[in-house]
């Protein structure tokens, strides 16, 4: 995550802090909302005076968070977050399809129309020319057919 997004989490939220999370936050800059979403409901809980976050990270396209002196309902909003975050790609913070973010992972590759192949093949016979014995391809469209 960039240097600003860190550092208005560690100004935000009290239980973040650079003793504690000296490099930062292990993730792309597409969950910085995910995170403040997570680190806003944390304080809603009302977390214990020594609660404090000491690893967010991704792994494993997950929201990886680990804490100490946490309770029960701290756990609850980490796990919470923890499955939206499978929804959420972490370099853009678009929607994706489990670990597939169309944008991110899959390069955008513009294929142009395949151009409609002439038929040259006999629809009868499968082989071009056509190898159909002579007056017996009712249904050739290839020009070097000798049908009827
Ligand atoms: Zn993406």
């Known amino acids: 995550m960039n240097d600003d997004n860190t550092r208005k989490l560690f100004k935000r939220f009290s239980f973040?802090?650079?003793a504690n999370?000296?490099?930062?936050?292990?993730c792309g800059d597409g969950w910085y909302k995910l995170v403040y979403d997570m680190c806003k409901s944390l304080k809603e809980v009302?977390?214990?005076n020594d609660f404090a976050i000491i690893k967010i990270a991704e792994r494993h396209n997950e929201l990886e968070v680990h804490s100490k002196n946490g309770v029960m309902r701290t756990r609850v909003v980490i796990d919470e977050f923890n499955t939206a975050s499978i929804e959420v790609c972490a370099g853009c913070g678009n929607n994706r399809?489990?670990?597939?973010?169309?944008?991110?992972?899959?390069p955008v590759i513009e294929y142009p129309e395949?151009?409609?192949?002439e038929q040259t093949q006999c629809t009868n016979c499968s082989t071009d020319?056509?190898?159909c014995p002579a007056g017996g391809c009712s249904s050739?469209?290839?020009?070097?057919?000798?049908?009827?």
């Open 16 to 18: 973040l802090s650079k």
């Open 21 to 26: 999370l000296s490099d930062g936050f292990g």
């Open 46 to 48: 009302n977390p214990p």
């Open 97 to 106: 399809d489990l670990e597939q973010c169309d944008k991110c992972i899959v």
């Open 114 to 117: 395949p151009e409609e192949d």
């Open 129 to 131: 020319p056509c190898a």
């Open 140 to 148: 050739c469209s290839s020009g070097s057919c000798n049908c009827p």
